[in-house]
């Protein structure tokens, strides 16, 4: 499989995050025994969508249209969209050139993000976390996003930069949701085709 396309893009995704935390509220909906990180897989179609407003999203959707996923990117997803799905993708990082662009606040954004979170567990439908926006998508307005997506995640996959401080592992470990790290963006394709093969 081709990924060429995917790593030309990488240049694009260098978007600064200033620094300020948004408390987290929303808790993981109770679950029984996880299974073994092998054992997990996720089902189509997916909805891939952002917290944070960060173009990071636009990424993942290109991943997912290279490996030939039913999923479908809704930057602003809100609980309606769920309707039909059987996975939900977040991608979490702040970018305030998103919020921008979208006309909304970094307030309206957390909102959105925990009603949609809410939502997922409410219907049961599970949530994949993928982190690829390395260090730009850390510390600071992105944390709060980071955290909220990772807690209510059943699986993570993240990329090495955006976890060098062990920020993700410590979630991992504390609610012992899986967790694949990987070195580039580009290798985020891999654990993304075996989850839902």
Do not use: W
């Amino acid at each position: 499989m081709r990924r060429t396309a995917v790593i030309s893009l990488i240049a694009l995704l260098a978007i600064a995050s200033p620094a300020l935390t948004v408390a987290q509220e929303t808790e993981p909906a109770a679950e029984e025994t996880k299974p073994a990180a092998e054992e997990i897989k996720f089902a189509q179609p997916a909805l891939i969508s952002s917290a944070g407003q960060s173009a990071d999203v636009k990424l993942a959707g290109m991943m997912a249209k290279r490996l030939e996923l039913d999923a479908k990117v809704e930057i602003m997803a809100v609980p309606d969209n769920l309707d039909g799905m059987k996975t939900l993708i977040i991608v979490p990082g702040f970018s305030s050139k998103g919020l921008g662009a979208a006309g909304i606040s970094q307030a309206d954004e957390m909102a959105r993000v925990i009603a949609l979170v809410d939502a997922a567990n409410e219907k049961g439908i599970p949530i994949l976390m993928l982190h690829i926006g390395g260090k730009a998508r850390r510390m600071g307005q992105s944390d709060a996003f980071n955290e909220l997506a990772a807690k209510n995640a059943k699986y993570m996959v993240v990329v090495a930069q955006g976890n060098e401080d062990g920020f993700f592992t410590t979630i991992s470990e504390e609610s012992g949701t899986p967790m694949e790290v990987v070195a580039k963006i580009p290798d985020a394709m891999q654990p993304l085709e075996k989850l839902f093969e």
